[in-house]
């Protein structure tokens, strides 16, 4: 058991260095989108003494946010698809993209922000949508329903589209960009999580429970073993790499962990069991802070943020997402 004292201190020194990094004009770290209310709001204090505000967006069916919450891409409930720009989101600042894929599952932005890559599982198709900033438009669609399995991962380097496909026999990370077909640069049975990092790809393959690295992957390099810690890698959610660029954040549906991996090391250097179940890990804002789940169905069940200051101050923590809520306090701290 972590002492009281201890799990304090933890967020005494991650609301500190959390402060740090807001910019001015307010302690609202991102914006967050309520599966259960259809609607996108934005995360009001400082994890560990925060709440979700009232709706800035309504009516979607589902929503995506970009990294640094630049713009939110919206799907409403008839299927349009449409940008909100500014840092309210607001519907007021909503621009419909004609020709954009309805019913896409599967998004992952550029690391400018400015572009995106949708897929849609039921149609087997994928999309980029570009000029989000400015003038947003749809380019041509993609039909990769030839691909030899199911699309289980997506990643954005704004070139090309990387898709983790899950099959027994041609399962793995695959290449598709605008000029040819879809390409195998990796084999896997089950990619659950793919990171793009610079020059560099990680993907975490569910089936044999590791997690792979190709580093230069867009001049096709071989894939290299990371990690095969079986203990953590079970049915991992989402990766993502810490704002200093030294760790590697694992959340696993199946283990309940969360994981820290050191990048120069290739170790696992901390984990915390948690008491919820990740299905994501994703920025939703300039802030050093990760949103864990969507809180899914359960009427006023809480969503988990994990923040990122640096090692000595991990944590994660609850957020209350109705709109009557007063702030709430809550920390699992991580310990050393």
């Not at 002492?3 to 991102?30: D, H, N, T």
């Not at 003494?49 to 709706?55: D, F, H, R």
């Not at 698809?81 to 840092?87: D, E, K, L, N, R």
């Not at 969503?303 to 994660?316: E, K, P, Q, R, S």
């Amino acid at each position: 058991m972590i002492s009281k004292r201890i799990i304090l201190a933890f967020c005494a020194a991650s609301l500190a260095l959390w402060a740090a990094a807001l910019p001015v004009g307010g302690p609202s770290p991102g914006l967050v989108f309520d599966a259960r209310s259809h609607t996108v709001r934005p995360m009001i204090g400082i994890p560990g003494a925060a709440y979700l505000g009232a709706a800035v967006v309504s009516d979607a069916n589902a929503a995506f946010v970009a990294p640094d919450a630049s713009t939110v891409l919206t799907v409403d409930m008839s299927g349009g698809v449409a940008i909100h720009s500014g840092a309210k989101a607001s519907s007021r600042n909503r621009i419909v993209i004609p020709g954009a894929l309805g019913n896409a599952n599967l998004v992952a932005w550029a690391p400018d922000s400015n572009s995106v890559a949708i897929y849609s599982g039921t149609s087997g198709r994928a999309q980029i949508l570009v000029n989000l900033a400015k003038s947003p438009s749809a380019g041509e669609a993609f039909d990769l329903s030839a691909l030899p399995g199911t699309v289980s991962a997506l990643a954005f380097d704004g070139q090309q589209l990387l898709l983790g496909v899950t099959s027994d026999n041609a399962g793995g990370v695959y290449s598709v960009t605008t000029n040819g077909a879809p390409l195998r640069i990796a084999a896997a049975t089950a990619p659950s999580a793919i990171l793009v990092s610079g020059g560099d790809l990680y993907f975490a393959d569910r089936s044999a429970r590791q997690l792979w690295r190709m580093q230069g992957f867009a001049g096709q390099s071989a894939p290299t073993l990371f990690t095969g810690d079986s203990g953590v890698l079970a049915s991992p959610a989402g990766l993502a790499l810490s704002m200093n660029g030294k760790q590697i954040y694992l959340a696993d549906a199946g283990s309940r962990k969360l994981a820290v991996y050191d990048v120069a090391a290739a170790s696992l250097v901390r984990s915390q069991d948690l008491d919820f179940t990740p299905t994501m890990l994703a920025r939703i804002g300039s802030a050093p802070v990760l949103l864990l789940n969507d809180g899914g169905a359960q009427d006023r069940a809480p969503i988990y943020v994990l923040t990122d200051a640096g090692l000595d101050a991990l944590g994660v923590y609850f957020v209350p997402v109705h709109v009557d809520a007063a702030p709430l306090a809550g920390q699992a701290a991580i310990p050393r």
